[in-house]
């Protein structure tokens, strides 16, 4: 009986080792059981029809999945709203080139989605962002580039902050309205901790004031190809962080102390990108001028040259002295009439106090030669009244002939 009993498991352990070669069993070799290649067959079908098919349990019908990569693409296939069965394991999202106007509330569910890191919606046709849409807890990076956006709620990362690290927003804010609801967003604090934001593409004129105050760990900011023309109601105090601006192709023409002296304070911004402006070389110009000369903060600044007035078009910034300038107009000459106005406002004043002060001390005066005038006229209108008197009345004509006699 013990006999019995030691022989079963090494015919377990033989059975074990020839598993692998379970095509031969499937066979018809001798001593088969009848049915059995059927249900070997039978078996193995839907493996082998899962092997031949590209998409992974799970996955949208009109998306690519790589699970190993977690990585779900699903590009220009005309998808109108975000596939509802996206599966879990997603890190990496690319939903781009569809026809997709429109994120919702709740359109990327964070019980559902708990790793998605990455997400790129770029070149869809989205108009609108609602509040809610992009909660998600994992969230590093979006990319909405090349949208229509004419909609961007403030509250789209939800009520609490947002893990954001990198936001790209190329020509995608073309609307001035979706402007200020990105200002009132990055000024709220949601997104505390973003480091990357590109705002390029978007023919900006004026930034908001205030806009990136509430940014403290950003370190790449892109306002490249824009139209900016001025600078001087951007604020860039709490960015100690920031270690890249590029302020290239814009319409930018002086930058102002104001700007410079912001610039200078903060202690990682080591590369300004500042070429392609369209640089005004007169008396305004001569604090960036100095600032080039002595600052290491900006890259290729050899190449930045004039684009007016025609005398100075062409000459490179760094070459321009004080003698190429014509100052002797005022630098700043709206601000000086302005004092003017101030001080003429200030003189006329004064004037008018002191001529009420002497009205006051003299009023009696006043007051006698004011009856004085009074009586003089009434008597002269009574003499002429009188005179009227005597005209109008023949009889009385006649005995001032007389009397005159």
Not at 203 to 215: C, R, V
């Amino acid at each position: 009986q013990r006999a019995a009993w030691s022989r079963p498991p090494p015919r377990r352990a033989a059975r074990s080792r020839r598993r692998p070669e379970g095509k031969v069993a499937c066979g018809a070799e001798s001593g088969a059981m009848p049915g059995r290649g059927a249900l070997c067959l039978g078996l193995l079908l839907p493996v082998l029809m899962g092997s031949g098919s590209a998409q992974p349990s799970g996955c949208p019908a009109l998306c690519e999945c790589s699970e190993p990569a977690r990585t779900v693409k699903c590009v220009n296939r005309n998808l109108t709203a975000v596939p509802p069965d996206l599966p879990p394991y997603v890190r990496s999202l690319f939903i781009t080139g569809n026809p997709l106007t429109d994120l919702p509330a709740g359109a990327f569910p964070a019980q559902r989605l708990p790793d998605l890191a990455s997400l790129n919606l770029s070149g869809n046709h989205l108009r609108t962002v609602e509040a809610g849409s992009l909660a998600l807890p994992a969230l590093r990076q979006l990319d909405l580039s090349g949208n229509a956006l004419v909609s961007f709620s403030p509250q789209a990362f939800g009520e609490g902050g947002s893990p954001l690290e990198e936001l790209v927003l190329r020509g995608a804010l073309r609307d001035h309205g979706v402007l200020l609801s990105l200002a009132a967003l990055l000024q709220s604090g949601t997104l505390r901790n973003l480091s990357r934001l590109e705002l390029a593409d978007n023919g900006l004129l004026l930034l908001p004031a205030g806009m990136f105050t509430a940014l403290p760990a950003l370190r790449q900011l892109d306002l490249s190809n824009n139209s900016l023309v001025s600078l001087r109601n951007v604020s860039f105090q709490g960015l100690g962080q920031l270690q890249s601006l590029n302020l290239s192709d814009n319409s930018l023409g002086v930058l102002w102390n104001s700007t410079l002296a912001q610039f200078r304070s903060l202690p990682a911004l080591r590369h300004i990108v500042l070429h392609h402006n369209t640089w005004v070389c007169d008396c305004a110009i001569e604090d960036l001028v100095a600032w080039l000369k002595e600052s290491d903060q900006v890259e290729g600044k050899e190449a930045l040259t004039c684009a007016s007035p025609d005398k100075m078009l062409g000459k490179a910034l760094l070459k321009v002295n004080g003698s190429d300038l014509n100052c002797s107009v005022p630098i700043d000459l709206p601000s000086q009439l302005q004092t003017s106005y101030v001080f003429l406002g200030i003189v006329l004043a004064l004037i008018g106090a002191i001529f009420l002060l002497v009205l006051y001390l003299n009023r009696k005066g006043i007051k006698k030669w004011m009856h004085n005038i009074r009586d003089a006229c009434r008597d002269h209108m009574e003499g002429y009244h009188y005179r009227y008197e005597i005209n109008a009345d023949p009889r009385l004509t006649n005995l001032s002939s007389n009397s005159d006699v």
